[in-house]
């Protein structure tokens, strides 16, 4: 891991087009803008995991064949 020490109004850039900027810091709490390509997503670590976990969940599901072609019909 890169550890870094950022002010107000102070970037980061990662690779060619992801850039991360420190807007406000206020106590403990720090505000960051990313600004990065539409084609590159962007989430909250609990959101990425919670997506995660929804997708290996629909993955480990089986339907079974009578299953889908109830639903189809």
Avoid: F, W
Avoid at 7 to 17: A, L, R, T
Avoid at 18 to 44: H, M, W
Avoid at 47 to 62: H, T, V
């Amino acid at each position: 891991m890169l550890a870094l020490t950022r002010k107000q109004n102070e970037s980061i850039i990662i690779g060619n087009d992801v850039e991360i900027s420190i807007l406000e810091i206020k106590g403990d709490q720090v505000k960051i803008g990313i600004n990065a390509p539409k084609s590159i997503p962007v989430y909250r670590k609990e959101i990425y995991l919670q997506i995660q976990d929804a997708n290996k969940e629909a993955a480990d599901s089986q339907i079974s064949a009578d299953t889908l072609k109830k639903l189809l019909e």
